[in-house]
């Protein structure tokens, strides 16, 4: 979401919403957990560099379900670093919709995460097929937040709204396979990183 579109009342209930996840994303934080957020977050950073057209426009990765896997609630405290350096730096997105923003990609983040939890830790699925469905979870949940928020700001922004998810397709696909690769990768050879705070 950019700067602009949304109405104040909006924006600033998306501030609050962003401030009351990430200090539930902090709570009970250990002292193992600041470096790996840091980690991820700059690979959420980095990920937005990486864009994929779809004619009119272009989308890119959001490895937001990657950090609903590895972080789980800590994801909510990259989500919005990582959104605020895109949008300060590279004017992805907008400063003011960062709460807007960091909200919608934190709740698909804990979709995410615990999508892998009931497929992976409870369920005896491969690392590489939890993260992979883990990932289109987080990137459609992502979508679907999106659509809704610009259906519901009127008929001006429906065209778009019907875009959106659609825009989102491809990505999930890449997402899935990164993030499943990503996960089997660590699960392999430092399967710490994915012992994290409860979703």
């Known amino acids: 979401m950019s700067d602009g579109i ?11 919403s962003a401030g009351a996840l990430a200090w539930w994303g902090s709570r009970g934080l250990r002292e193992a957990d600041p470096p790996r957020v840091a980690v991820f977050t700059a690979a959420f950073f980095v990920a937005s560099l990486l864009h994929v057209p779809v004619p009119p426009t272009s989308v890119h990765l959001l490895l937001n379900g990657l950090l609903g896997v ?3 609630r800590r994801a909510l405290l990259a989500v919005p670093v990582g959104l605020g350096l895109q949008a ?18 934190g709740l ?7 999508g892998y939890d ?28 999106l659509t809704l928020l610009l259906w519901s ?11 959106a998810l659609l ?8 997402e899935a396979l990164v993030t499943g690769f990503t996960v089997e990768f660590l699960h392999r050879v430092q399967p710490a990183l994915l012992s994290r705070a409860p979703a």
């Open 118 to 145: 009931l497929l992976v830790r409870r369920g005896g699925w491969r690392p590489f097929w939890g993260g992979a469905l883990a990932a289109a979870l987080g990137v459609l949940a992502a979508g679907v937040q």
């Open 6 to 16: 949304l109405p104040a009342p909006w924006l600033a209930a998306g501030w609050v």
């Open 88 to 105: 300060a730096l590279l004017g992805h997105g907008g400063l003011t919709a960062v709460g807007v923003n960091a909200t919608m990609f």
């Open 153 to 163: 700001l009127g008929e001006a922004f429906r065209p778009v709204a019907q875009f």
């Open 70 to 72: 590895v972080l789980g």
């Open 108 to 114: 698909a983040a804990l979709l995410a995460g615990a």
């Open 167 to 174: 825009a989102h397709l491809p990505v999930l696909g890449l």
